[in-house]
């Protein structure tokens, strides 16, 4: 393994400044007392860890599987001043990542930045950034399937009534499912989690290499659900265990070998197809995290 | 103990016009199995759900002589700790086992929900668990990891009892737990459920229609009809020496056969 130095900070060449504001619209496109009833949500979302907070969604100009409830937070929180950065599966350059990124520029005018440590606000689709959050950033996951129960109790009175009495028996049916068909729990995205020793919380389809990064995180986590309209949050330094079986401990993923682009050891890597030949690579899924180290080593 | 373990007073229900249940009061002693009969329609299922807390009655006093001689107002419970009863001291058995039974996840998950949601968190235990009940309920060791709707319906039954005993509850509801079988499997389940009431010493509630069901398993008897109780005693006395008109007919009806 070579010796990586430490990475240097190039916040200012890689912020994409303010643009103009398409004026057709209120800035980042919701009017002020959406945006308002949205605030109240996400307020008491924070101030109840991990309890899923209704909301009255808006129809937003994408489809639902394109993060509107992330969308609907983001655009709920952002000042002209904040620096925006969108992730789909850790990259920047997604046709999701793309689209939802030009959306708010042209809505709220405000700077973006493909770089983690640059921005103040990062929505986020399946993953959590490699580099270490900290305080003041805000991370907004788009969330498919808000309620961790659902599988196997379908009914919402039921499962209401399950998370307001603590009463996850059922979590763990899900678990002991996986290792009596599996030998191991065989979950690995959407891997739940309980917050602050209450909630029993969905963290979204990231894999759960992800989960040790929400616990004790400086920066504010909130989710935000189009379809099902619910809202809910991680504020900074909160305590976020993921599920599991005294003899069948939580692990996260592990490769047998580093990242092939930049020798990261420590990321979570995807196996990519390289060439028409179908040479297979394992690479860094957060694209950010592997070119600023790559850059860094050239 | 000279204390009922569970005291009904004055419990009434009414669904719009028709009165399910009417001014309805018993008791039920430590060890005791109590049968409800009646026919179709007279308030049975209404009444057991009513005092096991599925459902509230529009009025009632209830009361439970809980482990450690706590006697606890079932009536005014608030609905944690009410669920907890439901799921550490009692039992309640479904007529029909896809009510009772997650038709969606392993017989050994079926049986072990309770256990983890009981705080239980260590997968092998909760296996072996799964495992001493499925023996005890007579279902092959092998099969659990199968889903029950790969069960016969006796099976599914015989699932559903041991899903409810593996927290050792002290008192079981059932209804009809022999419902929906054929006569050869309710005579076996009868009798594994004669044992196991006996082993475990447990007391229990039995709403069912088939007076052999009552005679067989019962101590004391209650005779519904329309919402009411008619007659009430020991089991024996009440099929020897039937009082009102009505449980005459039914006795004499059922015990042809
Ligand atoms: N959920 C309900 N809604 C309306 N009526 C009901 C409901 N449940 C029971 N009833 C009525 O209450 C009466 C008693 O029913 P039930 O308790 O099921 O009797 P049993 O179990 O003895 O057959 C019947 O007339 C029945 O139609
Ligand atoms: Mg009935
Ligand atoms: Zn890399």
């Known amino acids: 393994m070579n010796e990586i130095p430490p990475k240097e900070p190039l916040i200012e060449t890689i912020i994409e400044p303010a643009t103009q504001i398409d004026p057709n619209y209120n800035f980042a496109y919701l009017n002020e007392q959406t945006k308002k009833m949205i605030r109240r949500a996400l307020l008491k979302a924070v101030a109840i860890p991990g309890y899923q907070v209704p909301f009255a969604g808006r129809e937003m100009p994408m489809p639902y599987g394109w993060g509107t409830g992330g969308v609907q937070i983001t655009a709920s929180i952002l000042t002209p001043d904040d620096v925006l950065k969108v992730i789909d599966q850790g990259a920047d350059d997604t046709t999701n990542a793309v689209s939802i990124r030009k959306f708010f520029q042209r809505t709220a005018g405000i700077a973006t930045t493909l770089n983690t440590a640059a921005a103040t606000v990062i929505q986020t689709r399946h993953r959590i950034p490699e580099q270490k959050l900290q305080e003041g950033q805000i991370l907004v996951y788009q969330v498919p399937i808000p309620e961790p129960l659902r599988f196997l109790e379908p009914r919402e009175t039921e499962t209401r009534k399950m998370h307001a009495f603590e009463d996850y028996g059922l979590m763990h049916v899900k678990l002991y499912e996986d290792i009596s068909q599996h030998g191991h729990i065989a979950t690995t995205y959407a891997y739940p989690v309980m917050v602050e020793n209450h909630y029993v919380m969905d963290p979204s389809p990231i894999p759960k290499f992800d989960n040790p990064k929400m616990n004790n995180n400086p920066a504010l986590q909130l989710f935000g659900a189009g379809r099902e309209k619910r809202i809910y949050a991680i504020p900074p330094y909160t305590k976020v265990v993921s599920l599991d079986f005294e003899d069948h401990p939580f692990e996260i993923q592990a490769w047998d070998q580093p990242c092939e682009i930049c020798g990261a050891e420590d990321s979570f890597l995807d196996e990519v197809i390289m060439d028409d030949q179908g040479t297979r690579m394992f690479v860094c899924s957060d694209s950010d995290y592997c070119q600023s180290r790559s850059e860094v080593q050239s | ?257």
Request: charged letters at 25%; a neutral charge; glycine letters at 8%.
């Open chain 2, 1 to 257: 103990m000279n204390q009922p373990l569970f005291s009904v007073t004055n419990l009434s229900k009414k669904f719009g016009k028709t009165i399910a249940c009417d001014d309805i009061s018993f008791d039920l002693w430590p060890g005791e199995i109590l049968g409800i009969v009646g026919e179709s329609g007279s308030g049975k299922t209404t009444l057991l759900r009513s005092i096991a807390g599925l459902i509230k009655p529009d009025q009632a006093t209830i009361s439970y002589q809980g482990k450690n001689n706590k006697l606890l107002n079932i009536d005014q419970m608030d609905e944690p700790k009410l669920r907890h009863l439901q799921r550490t001291e009692w039992a309640f058995v479904h007529q029909h086992p896809r009510d009772g039974l997650r038709m969606n996840v392993s017989a050994g998950a079926n049986i072990g929900e309770r256990l983890m949601a009981n705080g239980w968190r260590h997968y092998d235990d909760i296996r072996k668990e799964a495992i001493k009940w499925l023996e005890a309920v007579e279902i092959d060791a092998k099969r659990i990891d199968d889903l029950p709707r790969t069960f016969s319906g006796g099976m599914q039954q015989r699932l559903q009892i041991a899903r409810n005993l593996v927290t050792n509850p002290r008192l079981i509801f059932m209804d009809e737990p022999t419902g929906g079988l054929d006569v050869s499997v309710q005579a076996r389940l009868l009798d594994l459920l004669r044992g196991l009431v006996r082993d475990l010493g447990l007391s229990a509630i039995i709403v069912t229609h088939d007076l052999a069901v009552a005679r067989l398993l019962s101590n004391r008897l209650m005779v519904m009809k329309d919402g009411q109780v008619i007659e009430h005693g020991l089991t024996d006395q009440v099929l020897e020496d039937p009082q009102a008109a009505y449980s005459q007919l039914l006795v004499s009806s059922i015990l042809q056969v």
